[in-house]
């Protein structure tokens, strides 16, 4: 039980994490066919050591080697390299000989990830420590269940994980980063600035237009700041109780809600977001950056209506 | 002065609009904020500073960078034709086209959501490894013609939207879900006691109208992804390595 309580941790995972990104820093550095090897592995590295040391290192060193990060990505030396890729033939050739057993530790990742949440529900542990333990452990199961399967060489799971790792290159380092500004941005007093603005411009006495500026409103300030969790308390305290709520006579638990998904039509359409918006077209190797959100644009703008019509038209028949 | 606050949000919209380093406009967004609201450079134990801010939440954070440790299992079986497999099940698969594929994945997460199910990133869980190559091999497209690279971008970035889609709007249908909670807390703090299962209820409506408008753009996307293809002839000459 001691031994579960060490490795089946965040800690554990964010050690695990930080050793894989530091075999991939090595690679990189060995890497001769990458125009910046010493940049691309140094910023790896760095990386890594965030992971592997984030939670004993002093707060100040951390931000340093952010900074650091940061500068080397600036300078345009976060390069890709050379990955040994074997050609569409052999490829094919190894897709025939394996067969749907290929299948098998992409699809462990969620299975196992689930049946370990399930099997320790009765412990009753913290969810974030549960969902993210698991996830990390059946990631890695799921490269050793793909050694054996593909019958690769034990390096050949660094070098792929490199490769993925730098077609995501430096974006992968945005999401932490935003959520840093984010932190910034709150202790700064930046929300109350953005939620005194929106609530000085709400007219109080149509229903109707009091929806609309409400969800519109949270849109936009989650567009801005890339996270609705910040904005939701703002607008409820300013807009959504005080102006719909009690003058209206509606239901908290709707206007809750439906304030809460009019905010994801401004994620979907922020690059603040990056985790989901910005990494998926890294990830995905797509030629725009922001290809994501194009395609996202018109279905947010479409569902803020949908959204405008169905507070008002709940609000309006529940009287 | 008081305004002076948002210059951040300025910095942030003018290096998105200018499309400069992007990781280099946040963090110089952050310091000038953090500045500008009287934040110190570097803090100490009872003023925090804009370095140890940065560090402090860099380090809080890295939970959302969990994923990268999914990469190793997920690229060595592409390495060894996981691309190519999915390709060729799904090709089986006569009424699979690209649109009704991501529509599938955001009903999908509609279900995972509502179970309450929370696997971390879908995208590279589900995105990568699974819809991405199963949209493209419905629709025969090859990701390294350049020819088809326009269809190419589009699948990807439906790819993308589906599992967003789907997250966003069916998390909430489960009572025990964070944004569930978060409203709440928010209510109680405003003096309203408020039942979680009665929050969730109120997201069925919000998923239909997402289901419908998604529906609507992925069938669009079809339709879209057909006529490029008659327009370039490619219906007429049999895809590469297909049926050997």
Redesign the interface.
């Known amino acids: 039980m001691r031994l579960f309580d060490l490795l089946f941790t965040l800690e554990a995972v964010f050690v695990l994490s930080g050793v894989s990104l530091g075999a991939i820093a090595v690679q990189s550095f060995a890497d001769r066919s990458n125009p910046s090897r010493a940049g691309t592995g140094a910023f790896w590295l760095l990386l890594a050591v965030t992971f592997a040391g984030g939670s004993h290192m002093p707060s100040w060193l951390t931000g340093l080697l952010v900074l650091a990060m940061v500068a080397i990505d600036a300078a345009g030396h976060v390069r890709h390299g050379n990955y040994g890729e074997p050609a569409a033939s052999e490829r094919a050739a190894a897709a025939r000989r394996i067969g749907n057993r290929i299948l098998v530790p992409v699809l462990m990742i969620p299975l196992l990830t689930y049946g370990a949440s399930v099997a320790l529900a009765p412990l009753e542990l913290d969810a974030n420590r549960v969902v993210y333990a698991s996830l990390g452990y059946a990631s890695i199961i799921a490269a050793v269940v793909a050694l054996l399967v593909t019958r690769a060489r034990p390096v050949d799971v660094v070098t792929e994980g490199r490769r993925l790792s730098d077609a995501i290159g430096a974006i992968v380092i945005l999401p932490q980063l935003l959520a840093s500004l984010g932190a910034v941005f709150k202790a700064a007093g930046v929300g109350d600035v953005i939620a005194s603005g929106v609530a000085a411009i709400v007219p109080a006495d149509n229903l109707f237009l009091v929806v609309v500026v409400c969800c519109t409103g949270i849109a936009a300030f989650t567009f801005l700041l890339g996270n609705s969790f910040a904005a939701f308390p703002l607008v409820m305290a300013g807009v959504g109780v005080p102006m719909i709520v009690v003058p209206f006579g509606a239901d908290p638990a709707l206007v809750g809600l439906m304030v809460i998904t009019a905010a994801s039509c401004g994620t979907l359409c922020t690059p603040m977001a990056a985790n989901f918006n910005i990494v998926p077209a890294a990830l995905f190797e797509m030629r725009s950056t922001y290809g994501v959100i194009r395609f996202q644009a018109p279905f947010a703008a479409a569902m803020l209506v949908a959204h405008i019509v169905l507070l008002w038209a709940f609000i309006a028949l529940g009287r | 002065m008081?305004?002076l606050?948002?210059v951040?949000?300025l910095i942030?919209v003018a290096g998105?609009v200018l499309r400069l380093?992007?990781?280099?406009v946040?963090?110089l967004?952050?310091v000038v904020?953090?500045l500008?609201?009287g934040?110190p450079f570097?803090?100490t134990e009872s003023a925090?500073?804009?370095?140890?801010?940065?560090?402090?939440?860099?380090?809080?954070?890295?939970?959302?960078?969990?994923f990268?440790?999914?990469?190793?299992?997920?690229?060595?079986?592409?390495?060894?034709?996981?691309q190519?497999?999915?390709r060729?099940?799904i090709r089986r698969l006569r009424a699979a086209t690209a649109g009704r594929l991501q529509f599938v994945f955001q009903l999908l997460r509609y279900g995972i959501g509502a179970l309450g199910?929370?696997?971390?990133?879908g995208?590279?869980?589900?995105?990568?490894?699974?819809f991405?190559p199963m949209a493209l091999g419905a629709e025969r497209l090859d990701?390294e013609s350049e020819a088809d690279?326009g269809a190419v971008?589009?699948v990807?970035?439906?790819?993308?939207?589906a599992?967003?889609?789907g997250?966003?709007?069916g998390q909430?249908l489960f009572f025990g879900a964070?944004?569930?909670a978060?409203?709440?807390t928010?209510?109680a703090?405003?003096g309203?006691t408020?039942?979680p299962r009665?929050?969730?209820?109120?997201?069925i409506?919000?998923a239909i109208?997402?289901a419908v408008?998604?529906g609507v753009?992925f069938w669009w996307l079809d339709r879209r992804l057909r006529r490029t293809r008659t327009r370039a002839g490619g219906d007429a000459t049999p895809p590469e390595?297909v049926g050997s």
């Open positions: 008081e305004l606050k948002l951040g949000v942030i998105f380093r992007v990781a280099a946040v963090v967004a952050g904020t953090g500008a609201a934040m570097a803090g925090p500073g804009v370095l140890d801010t940065l560090g402090r939440s860099f380090a809080g954070q890295r939970i959302v960078t969990l990268v440790l999914a990469l190793p299992a997920v690229g060595l079986s592409e390495r060894f034709g996981l190519d497999r999915v060729e099940l199910i929370r696997l971390g990133s995208h590279v869980t589900f995105g990568r490894p699974l991405l990701d690279s971008e589009l990807k970035a439906a790819t993308g939207a599992e967003n889609y997250n966003f709007f909430n964070a944004g569930v978060l409203v709440v928010t209510c703090d405003l309203y408020v039942d009665r929050v969730a209820l109120w997201c409506p919000v109208a997402a408008l998604g753009q390595g």
